[in-house]
C-alpha cells in the first residue's frame, strides 16, 4: 500500500564508475539466466556476492527450476516481476512466491532448500542477489520470510516515480527487512519517461543500479536497458540522482561493506577455506541444514 513520502534531497550525486553487462549462464536444474554480479567484483561491491537476472516466456529455460541445495554463510534475496516459485527448505519453511513478491532467506549455518516453478508456459522474470553475513552471524540459525507484492512499502513522488522499498529506507519509507550490520537498501523503480530520482546514500556503502527496462542516466552517462552501474564511492556525494531518458524501471542496491575475508566454494560462502572444508564435511555428513 501506498506510504507517506518525506521528500529528501540529494546536494551531491554519485556518479558511474563502470558498467557491467551480465554473463549467459545456467544454473540449478538448466535454468537460464544473466549473472550481472560476478565473483570478480564481490570485494568492489561487498556486501553483495552475487546478482543474477532471470527472464524468458520459453518454458524450456526455467521449467526445470532449482531442485534441491544447500547454502551457508550468506543470505538469498529473491525478487520475483513476474511467475510463480515454489519454495521449500529444510527448515520446514514453504512459500509461494508470486509477481511482485520477495523471499528472502538467511542460510545462516545451512539450509537445504528447492525453488521450482510453478507454471508451465508464460512469462518468468526476476532477480536473486545475494548479501553476505558478518562472521559473527554465519553460523547463526536460518530465517525465512515471504512477502507478497501487497506487504512490500510502496510509495509515488510527485513526478509519478513509483518505489518498492524491499530493504532499507527511502524517503522515510522504511522497507520490509532491514538489517544492522550490512544495512542493506534494495529498491525497485519505476520511472516514467523525464522523470527523475533521488535517493540519499550514506558514505563509504557500496551501491549500484541495474536496468532492466528502458535507459536512464547518471551524471550525464547512459546507462542502457540490461546494464549494471557501479557508482563511484565519491566522498562528497550524499546519494545518487538517476534520469529517465526513457520509461524505465531499474533496481537500486546499496550497502555497508563488512571489510571481511571472502572464500566461496558453490554455495558455501565463509570466511577461511578451514570454513568451508567443514562446510563440506557438513553436506556429506548431513549435518548441513539439520533442524535444531
Known amino acids: 500500500m501506498p506510504h507517506a513520502v518525506n521528500l529528501h ?15 549467459a549462464t545456467s544454473d540449478g536444474a538448466g535454468v537460464k539466466l544473466s549473472r550481472i554480479l560476478t565473483q570478480d ?10 546478482l543474477d537476472a ?19 554463510g550468506f543470505e538469498t534475496v529473491t525478487y520475483m516481476i513476474a511467475g510463480r516459485m515454489l519454495h521449500r527448505d529444510s527448515a520446514g519453511n514453504e512459500g509461494l512466491l508470486q509477481n511482485g513478491g520477495v523471499q528472502w532467506m538467511t542460510a545462516g549455518q545451512g539450509v537445504i532448500h528447492s525453488e521450482i516453478p510453478q507454471q508451465d508456459q508464460g512469462v518468468m522474470e526476476g532477480f536473486q542477489l545475494w548479501l553476505n553475513l558478518h562472521s559473527s552471524e554465519k553460523m547463526q540459525a536460518p530465517w525465512y520470510r515471504d512477502f507478497q507484492n501487497a506487504q512490500l512499502p510502496q510509495f509515488q513522488t510527485p513526478q509519478g516515480v ?11 519509507v522504511k522497507g520490509a527487512v ?28 557500496n551501491a549500484f543500479i541495474y536496468v532492466y527496462r528502458g535507459e536512464v542516466g547518471i551524471g550525464g552517462q547512459a546507462v542502457r536497458m540490461q546494464r549494471m552501474a557501479i557508482l563511484k564511492n565519491t566522498p562528497q556525494a550524499d546519494g ?24 566461496q566454494y558453490g554455495p558455501f ?7 568451508i572444508y567443514q562446510a563440506l564435511a557438513d553436506f556429506r555428513d ?7
Open 178 to 205: 532491514s538489517r544492522d550490520i550490512t544495512q542493506p537498501v534494495f529498491l525497485d523503480v519505476h520511472m516514467p519517461q523525464g522523470s527523475r530520482f533521488e535517493q540519499t546514500l550514506l558514505p563509504g556503502h
Open 286 to 292: 548431513g549435518r548441513l541444514g539439520e533442524k535444531a
Open 162 to 172: 513509483d518505489v518498492t522499498v524491499i530493504a532499507g529506507d527511502s524517503h522515510g
Open 41 to 50: 567484483l564481490q570485494h568492489r561491491l561487498d556486501p553483495f556476492l552475487m
Open 9 to 23: 534531497t540529494v546536494n551531491v550525486s554519485r556518479t558511474v564508475e563502470r558498467l557491467v553487462t551480465g554473463q
Open 269 to 275: 560462502v565463509m570466511n577461511s577455506k578451514e570454513e
Open 54 to 72: 532471470f527472464g524468458s516466456d520459453k518454458p524450456d529455460d526455467y521449467i526445470a527450476g532449482f531442485p534441491d541445495h544447500p547454502h551457508r
Open 240 to 263: 545518487v540522482v538517476i534520469e529517465a531518458s526513457t520509461d524505465a524501471k531499474l533496481i537500486l542496491v546499496a550497502g555497508q561493506p563488512l571489510k571481511e575475508p571472502i572464500v
